[in-house]
């Protein structure tokens, strides 16, 4: 693991000095080599869907781990995409003189080896690379053993493009011990990996936040929330609601609980059931929803659940204030929305709620680094420091102070 990891700290002294139009270029060569390769990608990747399928893995991991022609190209399409974003790295960020004379530049810096820890996801391991390279980063790579063989033919692909170039295949590569074992030792190789970045299950992040000696950036569950107020657009809350819940039932963005204002329960909820009821959600409710509907009762845990399937938490709430109490309580502070026309409430829930992405008027399914403009994302940050919410190139930089002097001394 040491020797290994030494190389990757060795290769990020040169990804740091890469020219940017160079790594655009590269980049570019990625992106082809995936749509080149995709018959490879897509026979790797049918051999975890099979023991996805032999290991009754749910549909929702399922639906993750798949990787067809279009899910390959839009891939490619992504790592385009990155490398037409403006160069993040050296870029002044403040600059100032001082009274002895010096002047200071404020300046963005790659971070240098990161480590990233991640599950099912499979185009997680292009979208990561491609990320760090541009960035300026090396990216030391550890997926989950049902995407194994998909994450292993996609970096061979890209580190392919690396050799080609006579650079080190260390500026991209998987971890080569992906045991437990094998996890729990980078996370403690603070003298080369720089930042470690989990994404995945709770269970996950909380073993790498507890256990970890290099800086951790965690990317939590998501229990998102969407409240629909009594001065609500029906057709908008309904459009809204049903995306947020069943485009993708297994992404993080996905709502896990609605909450509905008493004053227009009676006449919102037999709809919504009516359109869930079409898209195979299963529906568990609070009391007073179910003397509305006819739907499973919800307890607490279904509160504090994040599903990641086609089942759905209701709550009838008294207003804004229940609301952001709700979600405040129960909500991971991942992505969190409100349903209105009355500005003066839309504001207040956005105010009050203390996630880092909330929304008025659209689905939480939007939280992603490609919707948000960044190319893709290594994660969502849940973090408030120092990266929150879609985490893309900038969020992978750090900084650091140039002083131009002339001779100056300290009194």
């Not at 990747?45 to 549909?59: G, I, R, W």
């Not at 909450?259 to 227009?264: M, S, W, Y």
């Given at each position: 693991?040491?020797?290994?990891?030494?190389?990757?700290?060795?290769?990020?002294?040169?990804?740091?000095?890469?020219?940017?139009?160079?790594?655009?270029?590269?980049?570019?060569?990625?992106?082809?080599?995936?749509?080149?390769?995709?018959?490879?990608?897509?026979?790797?990747?049918?051999?975890?869907?099979?023991?996805?399928?032999?290991?009754?893995?749910?549909?929702?991991?399922?639906?993750?781990?798949l990787l067809d022609e279009k899910r390959i190209f839009a891939m490619a399409d992504s790592i385009v995409q990155i490398a037409g974003?403006?160069?993040?790295?050296?870029?002044?960020?403040?600059?100032?003189?001082?009274?002895?004379?010096?002047?200071?530049?404020?300046?963005?810096?790659?971070?240098?080896?990161?480590?990233?820890?991640?599950?099912?996801?499979?185009?997680?391991?292009?979208?990561?690379?491609?990320?760090?390279?541009?960035?300026?980063?090396?990216?030391?790579?550890?997926?989950?053993?049902?995407?194994?063989?998909?994450?292993?033919?996609?970096?061979?692909?890209?580190?392919?493009?690396?050799?080609?170039?006579?650079?080190?295949?260390?500026?991209?590569?998987?971890?080569?011990?992906?045991?437990?074992?094998?996890?729990?030792?980078?996370?403690?190789?603070?003298?080369?990996?720089?930042?470690?970045?989990?994404?995945?299950?709770?269970?996950?992040?909380?073993?790498?936040?507890?256990?970890?000696?290099?800086?951790?950036?965690?990317?939590?569950?998501?229990?998102?929330?969407?409240?629909?107020?009594?001065?609500?657009?029906?057709?908008?809350?309904?459009?809204?609601?049903?995306?947020?819940?069943?485009?993708?039932?297994?992404?993080?963005?996905?709502?896990?609980?609605?909450?509905?204002?008493?004053?227009?329960?009676?006449?919102?909820?037999?709809?919504?059931?009516?359109?869930?009821?079409?898209?195979?959600?299963?529906?568990?409710?609070?009391?007073?929803?179910?003397?509305?509907?006819?739907?499973?009762?919800?307890?607490?845990?279904?509160?504090?659940?994040?599903?990641?399937?086609?089942?759905?938490?209701?709550?009838?709430?008294?207003?804004?204030?229940?609301?952001?109490?709700?979600?405040?309580?129960?909500?991971?502070?991942?992505?969190?929305?409100?349903?209105?026309?009355?500005?003066?409430?839309?504001?207040?829930?956005?105010?009050?709620?203390?996630?880092?992405?909330?929304?008025?008027?659209?689905?939480?399914?939007?939280?992603?680094?490609?919707?948000?403009?960044?190319?893709?994302?290594?994660?969502?940050?849940?973090?408030?420091?120092?990266?929150?919410?879609?985490?893309?190139?900038?969020?992978?930089?750090?900084?650091?102070?140039?002083?131009?002097?002339?001779?100056?001394?300290?009194?």
């Amino acid at each position: 693991m040491e020797i290994f990891l030494e190389k990757a700290k060795e290769a990020s002294s040169i990804c740091a000095a890469l020219d940017p139009n160079v790594k655009n270029s590269l980049l570019l060569q990625m992106a082809e080599a995936l749509r080149n390769n995709f018959e490879r990608i897509e026979k790797e990747n049918q051999k975890d869907m099979n023991y996805a399928k032999e290991n009754n893995l749910s549909s929702a991991l399922q639906d993750r781990l798949l990787l067809d022609e279009k899910r390959i190209f839009a891939m490619a399409d992504s790592i385009v995409q990155i490398a037409g974003l403006k160069e993040p790295v050296n870029r002044i960020l403040e600059g100032w003189k001082v009274d002895s004379g010096l002047n200071i530049q404020k300046v963005t810096v790659p971070i240098g080896v990161i480590g990233i820890i991640y599950e099912s996801r499979p185009n997680v391991t292009s979208d990561t690379a491609a990320l760090c390279f541009k960035s300026s980063n090396v990216c030391v790579l550890k997926g989950g053993k049902e995407a194994q063989n998909s994450n292993e033919i996609i970096a061979s692909i890209l580190q392919d493009v690396l050799i080609a170039n006579d650079l080190p295949k260390e500026m991209i590569s998987l971890l080569p011990d992906a045991s437990r074992e094998g996890v729990n030792n980078l996370i403690k190789q603070d003298k080369y990996v720089d930042l470690i970045i989990p994404r995945g299950g709770e269970g996950l992040i909380r073993h790498v936040s507890e256990n970890a000696t290099v800086s951790v950036v965690k990317h939590d569950k998501g229990l998102c929330h969407t409240y629909i107020d009594e001065d609500a657009d029906f057709d908008k809350a309904l459009k809204v609601s049903i995306n947020a819940k069943c485009r993708r039932v297994g992404i993080c963005g996905a709502m896990e609980t609605l909450l509905v204002h008493k004053n227009i329960a009676d006449s919102i909820l037999p709809i919504l059931k009516t359109e869930f009821d079409a898209h195979g959600t299963e529906l568990r409710g609070c009391e007073k929803s179910r003397d509305i509907i006819d739907v499973h009762l919800a307890d607490e845990k279904d509160f504090d659940t994040e599903y990641l399937e086609n089942i759905l938490s209701l709550k009838i709430v008294d207003d804004v204030a229940e609301a952001i109490g709700h979600v405040s309580k129960y909500g991971s502070g991942h992505s969190d929305a409100i349903i209105t026309e009355n500005y003066t409430i839309a504001e207040q829930f956005l105010n009050g709620v203390d996630s880092a992405c909330v929304y008025l008027n659209a689905s939480t399914q939007f939280t992603d680094g490609g919707e948000f403009g960044f190319g893709a994302e290594v994660g969502i940050s849940t973090n408030k420091l120092h990266s929150r919410g879609p985490m893309g190139i900038n969020d992978l930089t750090t900084y650091k102070y140039k002083v131009y002097g002339n001779g100056q001394t300290r009194a």
